[in-house]
């Protein structure tokens, strides 16, 4: 990792991973202080930080994102993952739903899908768009009675404080032999290197960045066996990063400069286009900037 070779210290006292419990070591990008697991590879900040989630459960932001194409289309590629596993369908629970895309996603495939989300602003406007009994605010009654054959959680573990009382969350609405899907960012993307103190995922509200092999240890230590570990990425997000880089602030200039800023653009435009392959390689060799993983519960 890159990261040890950049200013990692022991922490002192040392802080302990709360993934797999091993002694960490602290180091900063930028002003950012992070600790890393010398066992299982987990980044996370330090203890007693506390995320603010607030614009996540803003009025803003769900009108942003609510019934929007884009989140349908991400939602609908996010659930056609499961498809390449045949998973029997039962009933499921997003946690974390936001609007509800991947629910109705679900919905349309079978599943008998639920979701629930902190964001009260979120759940009324999913109710809207997929029907008013499958989303909730919290563990509502209804939804808590049951225990599910299929919990998803897109974006969600980054943002919890106490990670192994999640999981044992997770295991107390799961039946045996079902199935938990997962996707965080992921910190060992090539995105995250090329964006350094700018990588977006470094946002104060995420206390952890998993590594694979941080993963592949918290589900195993939740009683989860992995079924599939990848990531996701293709190189869009850190190109898309470049284009918003070479763009900011030259709205506004001189005939030149904008000439100028319009051939880097085109530059990057065929760098996506070239560049495919390479893309492909990156989510080859995991280092895509999403982590992906689908794992089935023990039958205890
Ligand atoms: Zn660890």
């Not at 980044?43 to 603010?52: K, L």
């Not at 990670?163 to 295991?171: N, P, S, V, W, Y």
Request: net charge neutral; proline share 5%; glycine share 10%.
């Amino acid at each position: 990792m890159c990261v040890m070779s950049s200013g990692v210290e022991p922490s002192d006292p040392p802080s302990l991973c709360p993934v797999c419990s091993a002694k960490s070591a602290r180091f900063e990008v930028g002003q950012t202080e992070l600790f890393v697991c010398g066992a299982c590879t987990h980044v996370f900040r330090g203890p007693g930080t506390q995320g603010d989630n607030k614009l996540f459960e803003s009025e803003e932001y769900v009108a942003w994102r609510a019934g929007s194409i884009e989140q349908t289309r991400i939602a609908d590629r996010r659930i056609s993952l499961l498809d390449e596993f045949d998973l029997p369908r039962g009933r499921s629970l997003e946690i974390g739903c936001a609007t509800g895309e991947a629910v109705g996603a679900l919905l349309s495939r079978g599943w008998d899908a639920y979701g629930i989300d902190v964001s009260e602003y979120a759940v009324r406007a999913g109710k809207r768009l997929i029907g008013e009994d499958r989303l909730a605010v919290g563990l509502s009654p209804g939804i808590a009675d049951h225990k599910f054959d299929l919990l998803l959680a897109f974006h969600v573990l980054e943002h919890v404080p106490d990670i192994r009382d999640f999981g044992g969350m997770l295991r107390r609405r799961s039946l045996p032999n079902s199935y938990l899907y997962v996707r965080v960012p992921n910190w060992n993307s090539w995105s995250r290197k090329v964006s350094g103190r700018y990588w977006p995922s470094l946002m104060p509200e995420h206390l952890h960045h998993f590594t694979e092999v941080s993963i592949w240890t918290w589900l195993h230590s939740i009683g989860y066996t992995p079924v599939w570990v990848g990531t996701e990425g293709r190189g869009r997000e850190w190109l898309g990063a470049l284009r918003r880089c070479i763009a900011r602030d030259k709205s506004v200039g001189s005939t030149s400069e904008i000439a100028a800023t319009t051939r880097r653009l085109e530059v990057i435009d065929k760098v996506e286009r070239w560049g495919r392959p390479w893309f492909h390689l990156e989510e080859r060799v995991n280092r895509g900037s999403e982590l992906v993983a689908i794992a089935q519960r023990d039958p205890h």
